[in-house]
């Protein structure tokens, strides 16, 4: 019997941009027609390999994390490996069960309880429902939803959806556990919780560990190997710690590579006559020591003439919901804009000295003194492990900013 | 441990079914079946009675319009008791068909996030519709009795319509779930089958009511066998046709042509959906 989990030859695959997704009939058809009639192949359709060539082997019981920027094939590579998706070229092997965690809670449906939800979830992911039932207690234990098991889903938070669902997958016992950003929800305890029991099935349990995730600070924790993927092949393969050093270096080059469209976000409130329209960050990651830039647009949505007097603000909050920073233009006399819609507003921080971490990106917004939109607990920013003062116990430091400082001996010389 | 390897080539065979994988998920057609069983009269003030209103409004429209209006030759049979008995394996299939041709799509969530024997998904809408089918098999018994109508002793052979008309809503429906992925215009179809169908088929009316010469054209529908081989066992009379063996051996083609299309699709499918 191998000692190989997971054996990746070759793989590769390609999709079709443009016209060819679910396309109606019509075009079709009328292309089939053409091909026969003039005999010309058919319409060249643009072509892209979101991986190509990719080979690697993973032993049974290492926990390997998966790296790279959007785009980088991360995705696609998850998606082959568990199956929900056939690769185009190439071949690979899995040796036992495999479950995978592709953003959790999927198969959950809400007007069933959250009881019913569990044995649906379950089943889906592969389990009997014996299976189920027998580790049933353990599961809702472990979500923390106990009160509400036998309310239907639709009236849960999408925290306590979140926590029922890893809650399920966890329980599952494959040899093989896939898990792609899960935890980029659920609240800062939770995702201890989370990445606690990943690492209890690594490194009691020895099962074997696939892990995609921008969190560097939980990939290095967790994984003893990276494979950094770059435009759909695997530039780097090797230890982690050297793997996030590349990546981190990767990341340095970026403009505004980072951009997130607001309208769509959840509001409290709604709008008035103007809402946030897009946030872009300079870079995909920062360190401790980047300078932080970060442009908003906003977008109309009256027909109002005059919007004076636009007052922005931009918070930056921890996890234990400390408002870290609050900057706003009216602070430093930037005062008495008047907004028209092609204009782009932005900030620039100097050194954003914010420890490691993620933390939320909050955005309020007035104009003529009344208030039109605002957002929070939905922008992420992660800020990657630095260690910035090369001290060898970088853990221990406390404190919820790290400043540049000096220390000096001052010896009076009498 | 239980050593299973699992090989994944992007240069496969496409006929390799699977289906050991399929019955591995076996607790899954339940679950789902369940599901869709709970949700569908959620929130409905008349809940489950609306399983019953549904064929019994069918019926008294054909009742008034086939039995009274238009007075199709029965053969002795009262006309409601000879509607539903073609009613039976229509509604069936019908509710298949277009619960499994919408299915992938509704389903595309779980579709583009985890693996799953695909095929599960239209597959549960067959078990789903045997509550349907029981109801109208009630409706069936009290109608009976209410008539004091004595069963047929054909009654031996309705096992094996009934197979007929789950292989038949089931391949109609496979065919579908998949085509629909590709052209969503078969979403706008389906309810345009139903339909049609209806009056296609011989439910109303016998089918000897059609002229020998169009009998074959007839039961190029694969539902028209399997309806006159229900009524034929329920109520007895005049044994159907030869033309039935055509609709069946339509079922088998669609069967096994509707598999290897799901297959074909399945490739792709969290890819397009």
Redesign the interface.
Known sequence: ?SDIAIKVEGL?KK?QIGD??????RN?FSNKINRLFRQTAATPKEEFWALKDVSFEIKKGEAVGIIGRNGAGKSTLL??L?????????????????S?L??VG??F?P??TGR?NV??NG???????QEVNAKFDEIVAFSGVEKFIDTPVKHYSSGMKVRLAFAVAAHLEP?TLIVDEVLAVGDAEFQEKCLGKMDEVSKQEGRTVVFVSHNMAAVKNLCQRGVLLKDGFVSKDGEIDNIVKDYIKLGVKNDFSQILDLTSLQRVNPPIDLIFGQISFDKQVYTTKDDLNISLSLKQTSNKTSLRDLKLSLHIVDVYGNQIYHLNNGFIGKVGIEHQNKNLYEFHLKQNRLKAGDYDVQLWMSVNGIVQDFIFGQIKLTIQEGNIYNYSRGKMILGVVQPEFSFEVIEPSI | ???????????SSPFALNLKELF??R??F???A??DF??RY??TFLGFLWAFIQPLATLIVLTFVFGKAVKVDTGGVPYPLFALSGMVAWTYFAFVMSQSGNSIIGAQ????????PRLVIPLSKAIVGFVDLGITFLFMVTLMIFYEFVPSVNMIYLPFFLIMAVMAALSVGIWLSALT?????FQHVVPFMVQFGLYATPIAYPASAFPEKYQWVMHLNPMAGVVEGFRWSILGGNPPSNYMYLSFVLVILLVFSALFYFKKVE???????
């Open positions: 019997m590769g999709y060819v997704k679910s396309g109606d009939f079709s998606k082959l568990s199956r929900i998706t056939e690769p185009t070229l190439g071949r690979f092997e899995i040796n036992g069960r495999v995978s592709l953003e999927t198969g449906h007007e069933l019913e044995f649906l089943t889906i992911l592969g389990m009997r429902r040899e | 441990m239980n050593q299973n390897k699992l090989i994944i080539d992007a240069n591995r998920y607790d899954l339940w679950v789902l369940m599901r709970k949700v959620a929130q969530e779980m579709v583009k996030k985890i693996y799953f992925i590709r052209y969503r215009d490739k792709v499918m969290a890819d397009i959906v």
